[in-house]
Nanobody, 122 residues
Framework: QVQLVESGGGLVQAGGSLRLSCAAS????????MGWFRQAPGKEREFVAF????????HYADSVKGRFTISRDNAKNTVVLQMNSLKPEDTAVYYC???????????????WGQGTQVTVDS
């Protein structure tokens, strides 16, 4: 079992930055691929980024590429999503998730956090 807790959401002006953190706990949490997803009101949950357990491979949605950076510290069991140049369309609830495989498909993720709200004001 893996438990995930997100933090760092909030309200920011367009063009600003936010740093989301995901604290993971569980015996093998450091061996999972960690992903970030988001869900805006009235829309389906969408992939944002993932990072493999070693940190050697990262993958981003086209909509955030060049603006968001995912990283992890296995010693601290933490995954971070640094979000820069935020746009109003980035407004959503952001979820951290853990998967045993590399995937941008939410259905492949076994564990989910409760989510943190990000609101970008134009």
């Amino acid at each position: 079992q893996v438990q995930l807790v997100e933090s760092g959401g909030g309200l920011v002006q367009a063009g600003g930055s936010l740093r989301l953190s995901c604290a993971a706990s569980g015996r093998t949490s450091s061996t999972y691929t960690m992903g970030w997803f988001r869900q805006a009101p009235g829309k389906e949950r969408e992939f944002v980024a993932f990072i493999t357990w070693s940190g050697g491979v990262t993958h981003y949605a086209d909509s955030v590429k060049g603006r968001f950076t995912i990283s992890r510290d296995n010693a601290k069991n933490t995954v971070v999503l640094q979000m820069n140049s935020l746009k109003p369309e980035d407004t959503a609830v952001y979820y951290c998730a853990a998967s045993r495989i590399y995937s941008d498909n939410a259905n492949r993720y076994d564990y989910w956090g409760q989510g943190t709200q990000v609101t970008v004001d134009s």
